[in-house]
Antibody, heavy 125, light 107 residues
């Protein structure tokens, strides 16, 4: 069974850094794109970015380019999402997602399955 | 433009009803659309991919259609577990965009 298990809830102050994680199991980690989706309270979902652990190729949503950094450690099948300086507007639920059906040549077909359980991040002064 | 317009934003229905949710993408064609269900307090779950293909394990009362830039999700006979929020998601070039969601509530 494919599973994505995320790190626990975080409460931080504006300006602080943060790195959250997601450990994958049940499939060949280096062979699938994996990434992050944000959900703000009462709002819809936003794709943030994805990484191919096999060669660390990254694709970011224009909305999040330069705001976050995604990395992966193939030795422990874990993907990370990090911020260097949090803002109150980063308060949200963050989901780790595996990408299936993705044609990286044409950038089409990306399907998110499965999803991690979510990591709530609260940024408050 | 990478917008996905999902309608309605909310819907009240009864157990046994047939409901349809629609997503309209931009003028581009060859767009790949997926549908997800999110129950309260849970992560989203893939229902349909590629506009029409049912994900393994998803009940057959869920179905999807794709016609040009219009995509629909239909639930043929609502069950209590189906009252949730539904999202469409498009994948086109580097645009992975979600619709605004449809909250399906019990009438």
């Amino acid at each position: 069974e494919v599973q994505l298990v995320q790190s626990g809830a975080e409460v931080k102050k504006p300006g602080e850094s943060l790195k959250i994680s997601c450990q994958a199991s049940g499939y060949r980690f280096s062979r699938y794109w994996i990434g992050w989706v944000r959900q703000t309270p009462g709002k819809s979902l936003e794709w943030m970015g994805i990484i191919y652990p096999g060669d660390s190729d990254r694709r970011y949503s224009p909305s999040f380019q330069g705001q976050v950094f995604i990395s992966a450690d193939t030795s422990i099948n874990t993907v990370y999402l990090q911020w260097s300086s949090l803002e109150a507007s980063d308060t949200a639920m963050y989901y780790c997602v595996r990408i299936i059906n993705f044609n990286s040549g044409t950038n089409t077909g990306a399907t998110f399955d499965p999803w991690g359980q979510g990591t709530p991040v609260t940024v408050v002064s | 433009d990478n917008q996905v317009t999902q309608s309605p934003s909310s819907l009240s229905a009864s157990v046994g009803d047939r409901v349809t949710i629609t997503c309209r993408t931009s003028q581009y064609t060859d767009i790949y659309v997926n549908w997800y269900q999110q129950r309260p307090g849970k992560a989203p779950n893939l229902l349909i991919y590629g506009g029409t293909t049912l994900q393994s394990g998803v009940p057959s009362r869920f179905s999807g259609t794709a016609t040009g830039t219009e995509f629909t999700l239909t639930i043929s006979s609502l069950q209590p577990a189906d009252f949730a929020t539904y999202y469409c998601q498009q994948s086109y070039r580097n645009r992975l965009t979600f619709g605004g969601g449809t909250k399906l509530e019990i009438k």
